[in-house]
């Protein structure tokens, strides 16, 4: 059964993969907005933001410029899944001996795949615009983990979204709070500088601890307890993402 599951997800994912190579706009679109906005904080507003830290603006940036370059991706994923829902291609699979799981899970993987590139891209930017780190290759897959992890997580929201929404624009539409959430969190400025109310939210939502671990492993810090704050963050989020996505998919092809 685990091999069946196994190789339907292969078979679906290499579909979903072949689509992307055949619009890699798609990828290029994901990249420029959090580019963008690396360019612009780092060369219009960075002079005037004091960040309190030692290491270059750039280097504190970086983190939350990957959760938007992941945040920004993962709206394809609703955007395609409700395509296909749309055009009766989760039918279709219905009346083939597909494992019902391996539809969702290689919209998924695809876009762990699509998002990993994009955040090479970024990185790469962020690399000759000056950013630099000592980390070793484990920090590096630490870090790596992490952004799939996260990616893993906001990918299942995206698919509830897909699978939900009742035209093409409202799938792609709910990722706009994740690209959002890193501006009110530790991600451009330290959450010290922001009034009360809005530096308590900062301080207490999912995106500043698992920046604030990233930035910390690649100034070669110590993590302290953010981490398993972020994880923690993550891992519940995945759970109840995937518990609703499955759930809904239920009732969509039942």
């Given at each position: 059964m685990t091999t069946h599951v196994l190789g339907d997800t292969s078979v679906l994912t290499g579909?979903?993969?072949?689509?992307?190579?055949?619009?890699?706009?798609?990828?290029?679109?994901?990249?420029?907005?959090?580019?963008?906005?690396l360019l612009l904080f780092v060369y219009v507003l960075g002079g005037?933001?004091?960040?309190g830290s030692s290491q270059s603006y750039v280097n504190y940036l970086l983190p939350g410029i990957l959760l938007i370059?992941?945040?920004?991706?993962?709206?394809?994923?609703?955007?395609?899944?409700?395509?296909?829902?749309?055009g009766g291609?989760?039918?279709?699979?219905?009346?083939?001996?597909?494992?019902?799981?391996?539809?969702?899970w290689a919209h998924v993987l695809t876009s762990v795949t699509a998002n990993l590139v994009s955040v090479a891209v970024v990185i790469g930017v962020a690399l000759i615009m000056g950013f630099r780190t000592?980390?070793?290759?484990?920090?590096?897959?630490?870090?790596?983990?992490?952004l799939i992890l996260f990616t893993l997580a906001v990918t299942w929201l995206a698919v509830i979204a897909g699978l939900s929404a009742k035209t093409v624009d409202g799938?792609?539409?709910?990722?706009?709070?994740?690209?959002?959430?890193?501006?009110?969190?530790?991600?451009?400025?330290?959450?010290?500088?922001?009034?009360?109310?809005?530096?308590w939210f900062a301080e207490n939502q999912p995106v500043t601890s698992i920046v604030n671990t990233?930035?910390?492993?690649?100034?070669?810090?110590?993590?302290?307890?953010?981490?398993?704050?972020?994880?923690?963050?993550?891992?519940?989020?995945?759970?109840?993402?995937?518990a609703f996505a499955i759930a809904t998919y239920g009732r969509k092809v039942s």
């Open positions: 579909r979903s993969l072949r689509h992307i190579l055949r619009s890699p706009d798609t990828i290029i679109t994901t990249v420029v907005t959090p580019v963008a906005l005037a933001i004091h960040t370059t992941i945040a920004s991706g993962v709206a394809y994923t609703a955007y395609r899944l409700f395509l296909d829902l749309q291609i989760f039918e279709r699979f219905q009346s083939m001996p597909i494992a019902r799981s391996s539809v969702l000592g980390a070793s290759i484990a920090v590096w897959l630490a870090v790596a983990g992490m799938a792609s539409a709910f990722s706009y709070p994740l690209i959002f959430l890193p501006f009110i969190s530790s991600a451009f400025v330290p959450t010290s500088s922001m009034p009360g109310p809005v530096a990233i930035r910390a492993l690649f100034a070669q810090q110590a993590v302290g307890s953010e981490v398993w704050i972020a994880l923690a963050w993550l891992v519940s989020l995945l759970a109840v993402a995937y």
